[in-house]
């Protein structure tokens, strides 16, 4: 049974570079990883997602090595804003994620 | 910008009440979703609907059902709740196979 595993909580000082992450046992070979944001009392927001290698957007990138049974979300120099949980997931197929447990960042002044 | 609604924050009912949770988007999507989310458990599907009329299981699927009439609406239905129903639940929709969903802000529904 696939399953994701990431850090349970992370704390950073802005403007530091954060990485977090996360382990993808049994990942299947159609499966993309997935990364959302979530801030108190709202629903998750997408971040990125990715198949193999370097995907890179506005606000972060993904790296997923070649056997890809992990995945580190970097976040660039983070500010006070940036503190929240993030959830990294499957996408199995065209449809479901599924998520790990989340990764609670609090960012520092 | 995508809006998902969920037509209740908050939600108090009784064990063996029928509940119905209601998600509507705005954005024409394809894909609708309902997840729970629980402390130390993360989020977990519950069913989704690629198309109106039609739905699929996830993860967790026993004790609710689903109803999807119209392309911008998705029903969640417990049909006689539980106190191990009490949670924070979540509705998303995307655009189609493999695009990013968009979350409600969540009904926090207590069964007494």
């Known amino acids: 049974l696939a399953k994701t595993t990431q850090p349970i909580s992370m704390d950073s000082y802005e403007g530091q570079e954060v990485n977090i992450t996360c382990s993808h046992n049994?990942?299947?070979?159609?499966?993309?990883i997935t990364w959302y944001q979530q801030f108190p009392s709202q629903g998750p927001r997408f971040i990125i997602q990715?198949?193999?290698t370097k995907v890179t957007n506005e606000v972060a990138s993904l790296f997923i090595p070649a056997d890809r049974k992990s995945s580190t979300l970097s976040l660039p120099r983070v500010s006070l804003s940036d503190t929240a949980v993030y959830y990294c997931?499957?996408?199995?197929?065209?449809?479901?994620?599924?998520f790990g447990k989340g990764t609670k960042l609090s960012v520092i002044p | 910008d995508v809006k998902v609604t969920q037509s209740s924050r908050y939600l108090v009912k009784r064990t063996g009440e029928k509940v119905f949770l209601e998600c509507v988007q705005d954005?024409?999507?394809?894909?609708m979703f309902w997840y729970r989310q629980d402390p130390g458990l993360g989020l977990r599907l519950i069913y989704f609907?690629?198309?109106?009329?039609?739905?699929e299981k996830g993860d967790i699927p026993e004790g609710y059902s689903v109803s999807r009439e119209k392309k911008e609406r998705f029903s969640l239905i417990l049909e006689s709740a539980s106190t191990n129903q009490t949670s924070m639940y979540l509705c998303?929709?995307?655009?189609?196979?493999?695009?990013?969903?968009?979350f409600g802000d969540g009904t926090r529904l207590s069964i007494l």
């Open positions: 998303a929709s995307s655009l189609g196979p493999g695009q990013p969903q968009h």
């Open positions: 049994n990942i299947a070979t159609n499966d993309y």
């Open positions: 990715g198949y193999k």
């Open positions: 997931g499957r996408r199995a197929g065209s449809y479901q994620l599924t």
């Open positions: 954005m024409d999507h394809e894909n």
């Open positions: 609907s690629y198309d109106v009329k039609m739905k």
